[in-house]
């Protein structure tokens, strides 16, 4: 059975904060994150609001679209965003990004509300705040992070499967946010995510076993939002070891074995700029921060290429080529 979401408006006596990606989130509502105050980056308070709300701030504003249309994000003229998924749910993040406001229809399970929210709209109001985020599944190898990056289909929550089989930890899956140097901290720092990895079902049986199971992630996929224990789930920010970046898996070039290139300051800041989790965000600012961030990551960590033949009786080899260049 899926369990519905039950939103509650906002009441300072009921809101508890929860820790994600090393920031705090002060909702009435409860979240699969851990409770909790992050000492680092600034606070996001999220709410519910009526449909009325919604329809006050944004009237007028929407171009027309089509019915069917899926995604919908509109900046509005005060400095919000409009975010919607069609027949799911909508937010709205404020100028600043300290404050969501959302609305879920009847019948959308907790699962997928907090998947997107703790995702995609999470991202967004970041990115107001000032902080970037990648596209990425990130594991813990011998007290490391270790992130693969690439976009949807790449391959990256079943490496990071494999490397749960393997005894590894995830740390986040499909978003990333780093710390990146300064005077107090000399390394580039890794937060954790939410506990779940989001994986097709017959990856899930053949890497998790066969009664591993989930919630559908939304209604037009079968990949599944799996939960994850408090032992296959690391909930503290750790030093990132290295960054791979994986080959698309269509590529013409059949692939006979596993190969880890690393890559010039130049290509890595380009291609974490490619692998960023947002890319609906495109003002001239937003893409100055990104390249400046970029730039310092790139230089800061370890970046590399990952190819690797697409078969899952390959993953083995891909570890053990990854667990080599790691040493």
Same mark, same amino acid.
């Given at each position: 059975?899926?369990?519905?979401i039950d939103l509650?408006r906002?009441n300072?006596?009921t809101s508890?904060h929860?820790?994600?990606?090393?920031?705090?989130?002060?909702?009435?509502? $409860?979240l699969?994150?851990?409770?909790?105050?992050?000492p680092?980056?600034? &606070?996001i308070e999220?709410?519910e609001?009526?449909?009325?709300?919604?329809?006050n701030?944004?009237h007028?504003k929407?171009?027309?679209?089509s /019915?069917?249309?899926?995604?919908?994000?509109?900046a509005l003229?005060?400095?919000a965003d409009?975010?919607?998924w069609s027949?799911?749910?909508e937010?709205l993040?404020?100028?600043?990004?300290?404050?969501?406001?959302c609305?879920?229809?009847n019948?959308?399970s907790q699962e997928?509300?907090?998947?997107?929210l703790?995702?995609?709209v999470?991202s967004?109001?970041?990115?107001?705040?000032?902080? /970037?985020?990648?596209h990425?599944t990130?594991?813990?190898?011998?007290?490391r992070?270790?992130?693969f990056?690439?976009d949807? &289909?790449?391959g990256k929550?079943s490496?990071?499967?494999a490397?749960?089989?393997?005894g590894h930890?995830?740390?986040?899956?499909?978003m990333l946010?780093?710390?990146? *140097?300064?005077q107090?901290?000399?390394?580039?720092v890794?937060h $954790?995510g939410p506990?779940?990895?989001k994986?097709?079902p017959?990856i899930?049986?053949t890497?998790?076993?066969?009664h591993?199971s989930?919630t559908?992630?939304?209604?037009?996929?079968?990949?599944?939002?799996?939960?994850l224990?408090p032992? /296959?789930?690391c909930?503290?920010a750790v @030093?990132?070891?290295a960054l791979?970046?994986l080959? $698309?898996p269509?590529?013409?070039?059949?692939?006979?074995?596993v190969t880890?290139r $690393?890559?010039?300051?130049?290509?890595?800041?380009l291609?974490?700029?490619?692998?960023t989790?947002?890319?609906?965000?495109?003002?001239?600012?937003?893409?100055?921060?990104?390249?400046t961030?970029a730039a310092?990551?790139?230089?800061?960590? @370890?970046?590399?290429?990952l190819?690797?033949p697409?078969?899952l009786?390959?993953i *083995?080899?891909?570890?053990a080529?990854?667990?080599?260049?790691?040493?």
């Amino acid at each position: 059975m899926i369990a519905t979401i039950d939103l509650q408006r906002e009441n300072p006596t009921t809101s508890r904060h929860y820790h994600v990606y090393g920031i705090t989130v002060r909702s009435a509502m $409860p979240l699969d994150c851990p409770v909790g105050t992050a000492p680092g980056h600034a &606070g996001i308070e999220l709410s519910e609001s009526p449909p009325s709300m919604f329809h006050n701030a944004i009237h007028g504003k929407l171009p027309t679209v089509s /019915e069917e249309c899926w995604f919908r994000h509109v900046a509005l003229p005060d400095g919000a965003d409009y975010l919607c998924w069609s027949k799911l749910f909508e937010f709205l993040i404020s100028p600043d990004g300290r404050r969501i406001t959302c609305h879920a229809l009847n019948g959308v399970s907790q699962e997928t509300f907090q998947t997107y929210l703790v995702s995609q709209v999470l991202s967004c109001a970041l990115l107001k705040q000032g902080i /970037e985020s990648l596209h990425a599944t990130v594991v813990v190898i011998q007290g490391r992070a270790v992130a693969f990056l690439g976009d949807c &289909g790449y391959g990256k929550s079943s490496l990071g499967a494999a490397c749960l089989r393997a005894g590894h930890a995830v740390l986040t899956d499909d978003m990333l946010v780093t710390s990146v *140097p300064d005077q107090q901290q000399p390394f580039v720092v890794a937060h $954790p995510g939410p506990p779940r990895i989001k994986l097709f079902p017959k990856i899930a049986r053949t890497l998790l076993g066969r009664h591993r199971s989930g919630t559908p992630m939304n209604p037009g996929t079968t990949k599944l939002i799996i939960p994850l224990s408090p032992r /296959e789930h690391c909930g503290q920010a750790v @030093p990132l070891r290295a960054l791979y970046i994986l080959r $698309p898996p269509n590529s013409r070039r059949a692939l006979k074995h596993v190969t880890i290139r $690393p890559l010039t300051q130049r290509q890595a800041c380009l291609k974490l700029i490619a692998n960023t989790f947002n890319t609906i965000m495109t003002e001239p600012a937003r893409l100055a921060q990104q390249f400046t961030w970029a730039a310092r990551l790139a230089g800061a960590v @370890p970046v590399k290429s990952l190819s690797y033949p697409r078969s899952l009786a390959d993953i *083995p080899a891909v570890l053990a080529a990854i667990h080599k260049d790691l040493a």
